[in-house]
């Protein structure tokens, strides 16, 4: 190797010639009790010397250690000890140092809760200590164990450091000493070291880490049950909190990215055993292990498919996921038989016994010479070439990566707390984007809450605990707590420690003066500050056998002990040797008696001014120190302004936290020209934390903090206060302390500046970054100093107000801004004689009128606007400023002083607003906004006293977004307009009496859709009007079990029922269909009951009066006069089922009895059909007084006019005109684009149900109601394209493409639930059903369910003809013809209400309606159905020769599961799926075709049916079919087929249906 060395070595004292030492940079130097010196290198390599008389000798052997990288290296009396990149330790015998071996050493036997014990696995180390005969060891785990060589090789972890984060260690003779940090000072992103302490606790074997990522499994794979939980629990595996924090870092940092893979593959070799145990399981562990460690990518393969960013950082990391699955089980195949057994072993159970033959050690032998040597199997050579940087990473290769950039601190010393070590937890995504201020101030109390603890021997001192006792267990050094303690280093009797702000502490044996100099005390038991001859700090230290090194911040090395040249102890300046290169020293190091020191080249001209930057600001931490410990301590616990200097000193330690961040990034860094710096790296962190002290040290100010009493003025010393520090007038001694730190922001940049003017010479790239923070400190002492500027006159201020104002106005956060004693400003039309003091705080317009009395106006909501002077105007410079409750208009005595007030309050608004005045005057903007967001309390609108206001302004009204606060706990949230609510809100009110509200408002009250919630639990879901309910609503009153309970659906006004509605008493079981009177029953009406109770009368005042219709469940009527609902009254007739009439008059009801004076009229026994219903009086005046019920038009006639209020039209549609068509398409422009950005708020409360309907499907009234009325989240109403254009069709023509366009439109119109016609059509079906479902469901009701559905299609296709006017009018049909080209002459396309509308509206009502229908066929659908079944047991010959089908129909060859006619069977099945009559219709006419085809082809293309052979065969597939209720498909194609059209073959068709239907029911043969 080269001769010249950048490294040069003494024994003890001023060196006289440099001695050999390796070029390479030294992390360490230790020596033996041989003479020999060991030298390990920044590069992990390892070189031998040995001392001599005359120095070292004259040439360095490197050890070759194949494959290993040493990170640690220890002395003992018996062996050297070396710590690898890998957590393997090596040792070697003194006497021969060739010859290395292995310590396989263990962690204590594992024991699970089921009482398995097993091995607990290799302990994997990451540094290493040792004196006499014992080892100490700090795990990766961040564990210290001790390890006694005489004994055996078993570790016993030492429980002081159990809750402590261990740094260092060092040893000394027979005693140790441990630089720990306390977990209670740990970061908020993980706890306490995360990177050293988590992530490696699998590789120590040991149980896993409560806080890693696989906490809760069992390390015991032995155990049976323990390796069934484990396997079970590894799929629910997930990253812990502060893996998931940093996931974005490990994919941005593919060192950190393969650590954290290795580190859960590690333990997954260990959880996957089942997996692992033969060879073809390999394949499946590999895809096991690759599953369980895809959680590194933190993406999805599924989710990645559409970008192309994530694609590739997903494939980066499943490439490193695959490599350390593949490697994981190479290694568990290719490690060697010492792993591989003992792998089988853990897994397998193996014994004991079998384990101790396994830790005995393989000496191995080292050449000094050669690079590779015979190694065992369990420690590869290092020529696979696994180091090579194009080699894939195998997770050696990624340990050893882990393992340097934990020991990376190691070119410090090992004994050094450095920024790697205490900053590890600095992610890469932070070193780019930057910290967060509290993490910043986090690190650096870290820095500074660090401890001393030390054990062994104390005879002289060495423990630092005041007395000579030896104590075994560590204890901690009190007088080295919480001072900033960095490194501690250990001579043989003797112990140092260097603390951050460059003070070397030092005790133990004096006895060369190796710990104070020229005192005749022989040893210290306290540390005892050293007292440096010059003025400097100390950056680096060591200590020798009986010597102490100490390099300061300027570069040099200073020498405490006995000196040869005087022969006395002493501290003095070594000056190097000249053959040394050329340089400066950047550490020391001592041994033995050998001193060392590491040269780098520092000869550039920054270097003066990087010691200058290191020297004062460690000048500055030590300065803060004090201050904190001597006075803010001391001053903690007064009670004068407690907060406020709680806030303070809060602060200043936050400061002070931030410079030990700089002072570590300083004395740490060997480049002056990089970017480690802190104050560089993290400049606008640092200016944020200066920006908060500085707005703490003004509220002190303002309100006196700084002020202190006489007895705590007798705390302070004058030392505390340095010379030349900022000193304001007026300041006390403590102001001046506190003000003192601001003078360090320009030393700062003078600093800064220059290394910028070092970095020009050298063109560094870097130089911009200084650049910026030199500026950035330069603006912000600026600010600062204004800032105080302004306190100081804010005090002075309050100092000559009254005391009444001060002690109402005054808080620590308010400055004076202007005030119009000093500049004047009066207010326009005052009295003569009284007088107006006008002052600007910074959240606060204050107006003093008089002597006492004054009005406070918050800035943020005062408009302030010029004058605009003319001739007619006289008032001259005046401001006009507009308050949410008043306004005032001042003047000024001349234009000058117009501005300058204009710009003073504009000013103050833009900062009480939160608006950056810098930013808003770069974009030319300087008067604050007239819409804002602020917050007021009233104090004089009648209506508002008291109430606060948080939300939107516009020139002082309520404007926009906002809420309001009653002091008696009422709220409302929502829109205003011109100081009302407006539009869409919610309102609350508290109280035995309190409600809800969530709706429209209008001028203030509710108006529009809403949903009303009553205190009692009562409901009201509908249309306001004027705070009141008005139009169609719905009221749910009480619950099942009340005595109150019903539901009320229909029409309101002003409050009251009125107008058609539908109650449905839930106590009684009755519901009501009728007419309402002011809340009260009166009009013709429909009620029914749950005993099956049928009445059509007529109410007045809720009592049933006059002649009714009345039906019973066993078909009893009676027709006549009542006296109430069941209660018979007078004349009338009663009809008994079997045909007998009573008629005469009646008293009394059907419970109590019935009194009666008649005629019985016995009926003709073959007067009636047994299947038909009653034919006596009373049905026929049921059929004919359809109209004593309410006429179908008069019901719900609220919700035909909210749609024409929607749409700006009449309510009478005979007075719509063309005009009125375009209003309405405007009105549904209007609707369609608001509902673009419209949330919940103005979808009026009726969100879209999210379900998939299919055509008829049915969706209960309840469920649709409470999905309004619990929706609260924002609806995405997405329109379709066909509503998003007002159409140009059907306005003059139809034709059969225009046509098909309207069809097109009006589904999706009246599907959405945006469209007016959607809404429409959605109130439609919630009223049908809340009409016809549950005790609605009568079969008395079909009639009137009927004609509901006619009267609503009627009223909806008024509304479609307006938007179409060529369609035609109301009950009458065209026809459109088919095209010639289409080849189909026989169907034409029938354009009327029904085949338009029907197709739509009947899905909606469809499940209510066909119920009516099947209970009103009932008996005769069941008696088809049970001639159906009798039928249906026939073989398919049987039933076709019973209907007398012709023999020329029947298939010869049918197979036994085959049918006759299979394909006319099916479609006739689908009748019962459609829901329009022209859809049944056609499902009909394709029936017959699909019998024709049938027949056509097997008689041929040209065969005709007649109607004798056709009529069989249509029974035939009608008794094959199978359609449950036939009868009530046929009565409902009756009633909605447009009677007044003929459609000719399919009249036909439907016929041949029903005659098929009745033929079943009356065919009175029967099968032999």
Not at 750 to 767: A, F, P, T, V, Y
Not at 1124 to 1147: A, C, E, R
Not at 1252 to 1277: A, C, D, I, Y
Not at 1377 to 1391: I, T, Y
């Amino acid at each position: 190797m080269n001769e010249s060395a950048n490294v040069i070595a003494w024994e003890e004292g001023e060196p006289a010639a440099a001695l050999l030492a390796p070029e390479q940079a030294m992390t360490a130097v230790v020596s033996s009790r041989l003479g020999q010196v060991f030298f390990l290198t920044e590069d992990g390599r390892v070189y031998l010397s040995t001392l001599k008389q005359d120095g070292l000798s004259g040439k360095l052997q490197e050890l070759a250690l194949p494959c290993q990288t040493v990170v640690g290296i220890a002395c003992n009396s018996l062996h050297t000890i070396f710590v690898t990149d890998r957590g393997r330790v090596l040792r070697s015998e003194l006497e021969t140092p060739e010859k290395v071996e292995e310590l396989a050493i263990k962690q204590p036997n594992l024991c699970c809760p089921h009482g398995v014990v097993e091995d607990g696995g290799r302990l994997f180390v990451r540094e290493v200590a040792s004196h006499s005969k014992n080892l100490l060891f700090i795990s990766d785990s961040g564990k210290v164990w001790a390890v006694d060589e005489t004994k055996s090789l078993l570790p016993e972890k030492l429980p002081a450091f159990e809750n402590k984060v261990p740094i260092s260690i060092m040893c000394g003779t027979n005693f140790s000493v441990a630089l720990v940090q306390d977990e209670n000072y740990s970061d908020s992103i993980g706890k306490s070291n995360t990177s050293i302490k988590n992530n490696w606790d699998s590789l120590d074997g040991a149980n896993v880490s409560k806080s890693g990522p696989f906490d809760g499994l069992c390390a015991v794979g032995s155990c049976l049950e323990c390796r069934e939980h484990s396997l079970l629990s590894i799929h629910s595996l997930d990253l812990n909190a502060s893996q998931r924090n940093n996931q974005e870092d490990f994919k941005d940092n593919m060192n950190s990215l393969a650590q954290v893979c290795w580190s859960k593959a590690d333990h997954l070799v260990r959880q996957s055993a089942l997996l692992l145990n033969s060879t073809p399981q390999l394949g499946a562990a590999k895809q096991f292990l690759t599953k369980q460690l895809s959680w590194v990518t933190g993406f999805e393969a599924d989710d990645c498919n559409n970008s192309l960013a994530a694609s590739a950082t997903l494939d980066c990391g499943n490439n490193v996921t695959q490599q350390v699955a593949s490697r994981v089980v190479e290694g568990v195949r290719n490690l060697g038989d010492a792993v591989v057994n003992r792998m089988s072993r853990h897994w397998s159970g193996t014994s004991q016994e079998e384990v101790a033959l396994q830790v005995a050690a393989t000496p191995l032998e080292v050449s000094a010479t050669t690079e590779t040597s015979s190694l065992p199997a369990e420690l590869p050579s290092s020529s696979s070439g696994e180091d090579s940087p194009a080699a894939p990473a195998t997770p050696r290769f990624i340990v050893r990566q882990s393992l340097q950039s934990h020991h990376r601190w190691k070119r410090n010393g090992s004994s050094s707390l450095s920024l790697d070590s205490t900053l590890l937890r600095v992610t890469d995504r932070e070193k780019m984007t930057g910290l967060q201020p509290e993490r910043l101030v986090s690190l650096g109390r870290q820095l500074l809450h660090t401890s001393v603890w030390a054990w062994g021997q104390g005879g002289v001192g060495q423990l630092g605990s005041s007395d000579c006792v030896s104590r075994e267990t560590p204890t901690s050094v009190r007088h080295l707590c919480g001072i900033g303690v960095c490194k501690v280093a250990c001579g043989s009797r003797h112990s140092l420690a260097l603390t951050l702000d460059g003070r070397v502490l030092a005790w133990g044996a004096n006895n060369k003066g190796q710990v104070e100099p020229g005192e005749d005390l022989s040893f210290m038991s306290i540390p005892t500050e050293v007292s440096l001859p010059f003025h400097t700090t100390i950056r680096d230290i060591a200590a020798g056998r009986e010597h102490t090194l100490l390099l300061t911040s300027h570069g040099e090395v200073l020498f405490m002990g006995f000196s040869m040249a005087t022969q006395k102890s002493t501290i003095m300046r070594l000056n190097l040797p000249a053959q040394s290169p050329t340089g400066r020293p950047s550490r020391v190091w001592a041994t033995g008696p050998l001193s060392c020191c590491l040269l780098c080249n520092q000869s550039c001209r920054c270097w003066s001014h990087w010691s200058e930057f290191v020297l004062s600001e460690q000048l500055f931490l030590r300065n803060c120190l004090k201050v904190v410990r001597g006075i803010l301590d001391q001053l903690e616990s007064s009670t004068t302004n407690a907060a406020i200097r709680r806030e303070l000193f809060d602060r200043y330690r936050d400061l002070m936290a931030c410079t030990a961040v700089n002072v570590h990034s300083l004395i740490e860094t060997d480049d002056c020209a990089n970017l480690s710096i802190g104050i560089v790296r993290w400049i606008n962190e640092y200016m944020h934390v200066w920006h908060c002290y500085g707005q703490a040290l003004c509220n002190a100010t303002v309100v006196h903090g700084l002020v202190l009493s006489k007895s705590e003025n007798a705390l302070l010393d004058p030392e505390f206060f340095p010379q030349g520090g900022v000193r304001r007038p007026g300041s006390d001694n403590f102001a001046t302390l506190m003000n003192e730190p601001f003078g360090r922001l320009k030393e700062y940049s003078s600093h800064l500046e220059n290394l910028i003017e070092s970095h020009h010479q050298r063109n560094d790239k870097n130089i911009n970054r200084y650049k910026y923070a030199s500026q950035r400190c330069l603006d912000m002492a600026a600010t600062l100093m204004q800032e105080c500027r302004t306190a100081d006159l804010t005090k002075a201020f309050w100092d000559s107000c009254s005391a009444k104002l001060t002690d109402t106005l005054r808080t620590p956060v308010r400055r004076l801004i202007r005030e119009s004693r000093s500049h004047p400003i009066s207010l326009v039309n005052s009295g003569r004689f009284s007088s107006h003091w006008f002052i600007i705080l910074t959240d606060v317009l204050v107006h003093v009128s008089g002597s006492s009395s004054h009005v406070t106006y918050p800035l943020a909501t005062i408009w302030v606007e010029p004058m605009q002077e003319s001739e007619n105007t006289q008032i001259k410079n005046g401001l006009s400023l507009t308050m949410p409750e008043e306004s005032m208009t001042l003047t000024c005595s001349t234009s000058s002083d117009k501005i300058e007030w204009l710009e003073a309050l504009q000013s103050a608004i833009r900062q009480a607003l939160l608006i950056d005045v810098v930013e808003s005057n770069r974009n030319g903007r300087t008067t604050p906004p007239l819409v804002r967001s602020a917050s007021y309390t009233f104090t004089k609108l009648p209506h508002l006293k008291d109430v606060t206001y948080k939300g939107a302004w516009l020139c002082g009204k309520m404007h926009g977004e906002g809420e309001l606060h009653w002091p008696d706990g009422r709220v409302y949230r929502g829109s205003f307009r011109q100081n009302q609510q407006f539009g869409y809100g919610s309102s609350e009110s508290v109280g035995p009496n309190g409600t809800t509200y969530e709706g429209s408002w209008k001028d203030g009250k509710m108006n529009g859709y809403g949903i009303l919630k009553y205190a009692n639990g009562d409901v009201y879901e509908g249309n306001f009007q004027d705070g009141q309910p008005h139009g169609h609503g719905t009221l749910k009153r009480g619950h099942f079990l009340t005595s109150a309970a019903h539901v009320y659906v229909g029409q309101w006004e002003s409050g009251q029922k009125n107008g058609y509605g539908v109650m449905d008493d839930i106590v009684t079981g009755e519901k009501y269909m009728g007419m309402w009177l002011a809340d009260a029953r009166h009009g013709q009406a429909v009620l029914v009951t749950l005993d099956g109770l049928y009445i059509e009368g007529s109410f007045t005042n809720n009592k049933m009066t006059g002649q009714c219709v009345m039906l019973l469940e066993d078909g009893t009527s009676y027709e006549g006069e009542v006296a109430g609902v069941g209660i018979l009254g007078g004349k009338g007739l009663l009809q008994f089922p079997n045909g007998d009439i009573i008629q005469g008059t009646f008293h009394g009801s059907w419970s109590d009895g019935i009194k009666i004076n008649a005629t019985l009229t016995k009926a003709s026994l073959s007067a009636q059909s047994p299947l038909g219903p009653p034919t006596g009086v009373s049905m026929s005046h049921l059929q004919q007084q359809n109209g004593s019920g309410v006429p179908a038009e008069r019901k719900w006639g609220a919700i035909f006019h909210q749609c024409c209020l929607t749409l700006g039209l009449s309510p009478n549609c005979a007075q719509w005109t063309a005009d009125d068509s375009l209003r309405a398409w405007d009105q549904i422009a209007a609707v369609l684009n608001q509902s673009k950005q419209r949330t919940t708020n103005d979808h009026q409360l009726r969100p879209k149900t999210h379900h998939h309907r299919r055509q008829g499907s049915s969706v209960s009234s309840k469920s649709v109601k409470s999905e309004r009325l619990t929706s609260t989240q924002p609806v995405n109403m997405e329109i379709p394209e066909i509503l998003q254009h007002i159409p140009d069709y059907g306005r003059n023509q139809l034709n059969g493409d225009e046509f098909i366009k309207i069809e097109a439109y009006l589904h999706m119109a009246l599907e959405s639930e945006i469209h007016p016609l959607g809404k429409l059509a959605a109130h439609i079906g919630d009223v049908y059903r809340a009409t016809y479902v549950g005790v609605g469901a009568h079969p008395r009701l079909l009639p009137h369910a009927v004609a509901e559905v006619h009267s609503f299609v009627s009223r909806l296709y008024a509304f479609v003809r307006l938007l179409f006017p060529a369609l035609p009018e109301d009950r009458t049909v065209y026809l459109i013809p088919n095209e010639p080209s289409s080849g189909c002459q026989e169907l034409q396309a029938v354009v009327s209400a029904n085949t338009l509308l029907l197709p739509v509206l009947l899905p909606r009502l469809y499940p209510p309606l066909y119920t009516l229908y099947v209970l009103h066929n009932q008996k005769l659908d069941d008696l088809y159905w049970e001639r159906l079944q009798k039928w249906n047991r026939q073989s398919d010959s049987a039933l076709m020769n019973f209907l007398g089908v012709d023999q020329k129909f029947f298939i010869e060859e049918i197979t036994p599961d085959g049918s006759h006619f299979p394909t006319a069977i099916d479609c006739l099945q689908q009748l019962s799926t459609t829901f329009s009559p022209g859809q049944k219709l056609r499902v009909i006419h394709q029936t017959f075709q699909e019998v024709s085809r049938t027949v056509q082809a097997q008689l041929g293309a040209d065969y005709v049916m007649n109607m004798d052979d056709l009529f069989p065969v249509f029974l035939f597939v009608v008794v094959r079919s199978r359609i449950r209720h036939l009868g009530t498909e046929i009565h409902l194609i009756e009633d909605f087929i447009d009677k007044h059209v003929q459609n000719g073959e399919l009249d036909v068709m439907f016929t041949t249906l029903e005659a098929s239907y009745k033929y079943i029911q009356h065919e009175k043969m029967t099968f032999n």
